[in-house]
């Protein structure tokens, strides 16, 4: 379950990441808090914040796909880790001294998304430089393991320490820019030389339509593109959903808010773990089962009538949601050359987060219309049509075409094998 954690970089980077990415939910809980207090509970602000912070995903992600492939993704990462820890010292800045308004909010939101929509492709791509390709597999679930972890403790302690403030967000964001401080600490000490860095793709022009060209002629990455769209667009709206139902049907403090969060996150972290024990690519049905079954769950948790029925049936919701989000980001890295990997991963979160700045806010619409149940039913709904949808198209004898054999091309650089054992 934990064999990548013996690469000694791979063990360095994820234990920073615990710290860093418990101060990334902490934000995430305080900002959404602040949202909310500054716009007198207005889904619709809360939906427009998240779009912010997602949107440049669409813009940005092949851009730093391109460069992921291009350039050293262990420095490429210290600028990305710095930036992000500033704008998150901004916003605690502006908060403290009582002179932030919605707008900042909105700037700041869009600012962190823009520098994420590099980053996160080139933190993707750099996972198989630590491990290997024989160990990518785990390392892509405990990446999951430790995000999910961060999530169990990060809103629990938001909460805590939002409600111990008075309701003032700031520390939350004090916090946050402070953990950056840790994966910085570990890029800058890493043992350069047990890195197994791809061949670097040299400047070109087109190099963009290359990595579209290759996915498109892929149809396996193709379906995973797009069973990643919907489920991210219609389905990966807890950041909006959770803070309504506790504001607007529950009726609830943030104390209460970090704790629904929290138990999401017991079940995102069971279903981490269960995905560790993957070494090898996951079949298509597997992806189209897990996004129905994920679906499946958001609609019944819509449904739940109590604030504790609803915290409760978090838990496999939160698990179904890390199944199929780790078997799809696994599908896709395992089924790619090792110099296109970079743009294809891009492709990949443009896709997966892409969808965000349109779903967000149409949740948040439906949520403030309809009621926030709907947001979850509606949403959950999508999910499983599309989930059956994929299920029809493969069942009709369409599955030798779509489904094909992961490439046996890795990354051979001299010293590898030494690292593997």
């Not at 949601?321 to 979160?349: K, T």
Request: hydrophobic share 55%.
């Amino acid at each position: 379950m934990f064999r990548a954690l013996r690469v000694p970089n791979f063990r360095r980077y994820a234990s920073a990441n615990l710290v860093s990415l418990t101060g990334t939910w902490m934000q995430r809980i305080g900002q959404d808090w602040l949202v909310l207090q500054i716009s007198h509970d207005s889904g619709i602000a809360l939906g427009v914040t998240t779009a912010l912070q997602f949107g440049p995903t669409l813009l940005l992600s092949l851009v730093g796909g391109v460069l992921a492939d291009r350039y050293a993704k262990r420095r490429m990462l210290l600028v990305t880790q710095t930036l992000m820890g500033l704008l998150a010292l901004a916003l605690g800045v502006l908060v403290l001294t009582g002179s932030v308004a919605l707008w900042h909010v909105f700037l700041l939101a869009g600012g962190l998304g823009a520098v994420a929509a590099i980053d996160a492709p080139v933190r993707q791509a750099f996972v198989s430089e630590l491990v290997g390709p024989r160990l990518l597999a785990n390392a892509v679930s405990l990446n999951s393991t430790i995000f999910n972890g961060a999530r169990l403790v990060g809103p629990s302690l938001a909460g805590l320490l939002i409600g111990a403030s008075g309701g003032n967000t700031a520390p939350a964001f004090f916090v946050n820019a402070a953990s950056f401080a840790f994966t910085i600490g570990a890029l800058a000490g890493m043992r350069t030389e047990e890195l197994t860095p791809s061949v670097p793709v040299a400047r070109a022009r087109g190099q963009l339509r290359a990595g579209l060209r290759y996915t498109w002629a892929h149809p396996d990455l193709v379906l995973a593109m797009v069973l990643a769209f919907v489920v991210g667009t219609f389905g990966f709206n807890y950041q909006v959903t959770i803070a309504l139902m506790a504001r607007q049907v529950f009726h609830l403090g943030a104390e209460a808010f970090g704790l629904l969060s929290t138990f999401f996150a017991v079940g995102s972290l069971a279903g981490a773990l269960l995905s560790t024990r993957r070494s090898v690519r996951p079949r298509q049905r597997f992806l189209i089962g897990s996004s129905v079954v994920f679906g499946l769950f958001t609609v019944a948790a819509g449904l739940m009538p109590t604030y504790w029925s609803f915290a409760v049936l978090l838990i496999p919701t939160g698990a179904a949601a890390l199944v199929f989000s780790v078997a799809n980001n696994s599908f896709v890295q395992l089924g790619v050359d090792p110099q296109m990997r970079g743009r294809v991963m891009a492709l990949y979160f443009m896709c997966f987060m892409g969808g965000t700045p349109v779903g967000a806010p149409l949740i948040g619409w439906i949520s403030e219309h309809l009621g926030a149940p709907w947001g979850l039913i509606l949403g959950g709904a999508v999910c499983v049509v599309a989930g059956l949808a994929a299920g029809a198209f493969l069942a009709r004898g369409r599955r030798g075409r779509v489904e094909t054999p992961a490439p046996r091309t890795v990354d051979r650089i001299p010293g590898q094998e030494a690292l593997r054992g």
